[in-house]
């Protein structure tokens, strides 16, 4: 597999520092409200990295964090007169009741920066050590001048950075450079704080990310993911701190997605222009909000509107229904089957299975794994429109669907298997058995009677389809 690297600007081929297993570290949500379709994003995308480095038979170990202290958990915490604690519980509860709809598996380290204090304070203490840190009037920072590799992840210059930096940014008389960045604040009154040996205060950012990093996946991380507005200055910062402390890569490949926008501008909640999650799941079930992630590169940007959410409705829906089609067709096919169609069936599937993976190991394209099961779609309507393509050739390439499709995290349980009563089902066969046998009083008698139930049959030219009746 190849992944574009952030850091080195090229595709590169994926390989783990410890032999089949990969390390990989998102950085996870602030906790201070409800995510939206732009923060899901990365979660969504960094899922399915993992899900299909784990279908390929690798090891993973995922970590992600929460930001459970900052300055928009604390305003938020305030203006609800609770503590941070009790806000931060409430989101997290809040982020995996969505986060489990849009099916993202949950990592398999969750860490909170309130829970790596010790972890940060450690790392911190390093940095002064060595003399990449310094005490400043509101907290410690990081000489970014002491850094002479500083600016490689996101191109910047420190001289450049320094030049209009007056006009964007604010800094204290004893801070050394307008873009060093804080390690620790300092208390202040009403905040929540632990003790130091700089003074009691609370973590900066970017620090909290390196120290939990590090303490769970090694000095050395396989994957560092995030969206791409993370590249600077987080993921610089991060690069900086953890490097100068230990000596050692930080990162080996950096992946960043790209924005959702609204009108083409960037999806944000200090923009007022944005959907979250919860909301949206009133109107789109969560697995089209997945699907229609999945259906751009993730390094392109998506433009969001409602006519896109209404094409992924009917997208996901064709794929669906090819699925159930399958499984409805396969009862009526022949057991076995060897002419030409078979032939060219099975061939067609092998071709667009291997487009499909083709895809996923070129830079995790989702958008051409997805096209590739839409070709799976078309040659598996063509097979049982022929009527001449076998049971088990048609059965086995909705398993194929399947499988695939659960790669990329979108759940294909079909209405056959979880919404139709065994009952109901056993009253189709038998309809369908007296309608062979041309009792066809006996054959209405059932079907009146599955609507009754709240089903109805749909006779199709490969046989008796049931639904809800609402469908």
Known sequence: ?????????????????????????????????????????????????????????????????????????????????ITTAELAERMIKEYFHDADGLNIMRADIHPRATESIDAIISLISTLMDKGFAYTAE?????????????????????DDLMEGASERTSYSDDKRHPFDFVLWKFKREGEPSWPSPWGEGRPGWHIECSAMGMTHLGETIDIHCGGVDLTFPHHENEIAQSECATGKTFVRYWMHNGFVSIDQRKMSKSLGNFFTVRDLSKLYPYDVIRFFILQAHYRMPINFSEESLDAAVASWQRIKSSIDLLAFSANAAPETASGEDETVFNDAVTRHLAEWQDAMDDDLNTADALAAIFELVRAANTAVASGRVSKKALLNVRDAMIEHLDVLGLKTTTDQETAIPQKILDLVDERTEAKKNRDFARADAIRDEVLAKGYKIEDTPQGARVLPVDA
């Not at 960094?46 to 928009?72: A, E, P, S």
């Not at 990081?142 to 002479?148: A, H, K, L, V």
């Open 138 to 158: 509101d907290g410690v920072y990081f000489s970014i001048e002491q850094d002479p590799n500083y600016g490689r992840l996101s191109g910047r210059d420190i």
């Open 1 to 81: 597999m190849r992944i574009f690297n952030s850091m080195t600007r090229q595709k590169e081929e994926l390989i783990p520092l410890e032999p089949n297993h990969f390390k990989i570290y998102v950085c996870g949500p602030t906790v201070y409200d409800y995510f939206h379709i732009g923060n899901a994003r990365p979660f969504i995308v960094y899922d399915t990295l993992r899900r299909y480095l784990l279908w390929l038979g690798y090891k993973v170990t995922y970590v992600q964090n929460f930001t459970d202290i900052d300055d928009k958990v604390i305003h938020r915490a305030q203006a609800e007169g």
